[in-house]
């Protein structure tokens, strides 16, 4: 059975850290490229990034470069964001997203994915 959870939303300041996780299971994790999407009140949801099974990243959220960093744990089936330097526009709720492929690439346009976990940011 296919499950993605997330782990590790929280409230923050403004230019403060968090670091949030995906542990998924049910698949063969090591073929499959992962990604971190967010949405917040009124908006789409945004592509932030994507990695693949072999690690290497493709960025789409302009605001987040250098701010965010995508990396995984294959050994572990564990997707990792690593957010620093927090804004209040980054406040959403942060999906992970697992490509229901096995092609291996990114984008990902069609995702298992987890029931998101909140991300606050207060100025």
């Known amino acids: 059975q296919v499950q993605v959870v997330e782990n590790g939303g929280d409230s923050v300041q403004a230019g403060g850290s968090l670091r949030l996780s995906c542990t998924a299971s049910g698949f063969f994790f090591s073929v499959k490229s992962m990604g971190w999407f967010r949405q917040s009140p009124g908006k789409e949801r945004e592509a932030m990034l994507c990695?693949?099974?072999?690690?290497?990243?493709?960025s789409y959220a302009d605001s987040v470069k250098g701010r965010f960093t995508i990396s995984r744990d294959n050994s572990k089936n564990t997707l990792y964001l690593q957010m620093n330097r927090l804004k209040p526009d980054d406040t959403a709720i942060y999906y992970c997203?697992?490509?229901?492929?096995?092609?291996?690439?990114?984008?990902?346009?069609?995702?298992?994915w987890g029931q998101g976990t909140q991300v606050t940011v207060s100025s």
């Open positions: 990695i693949k099974p072999d690690g290497s990243v493709a």
């Open positions: 997203a697992v490509d229901q492929s096995s092609w291996g690439r990114c984008p990902i346009t069609n995702a298992y």
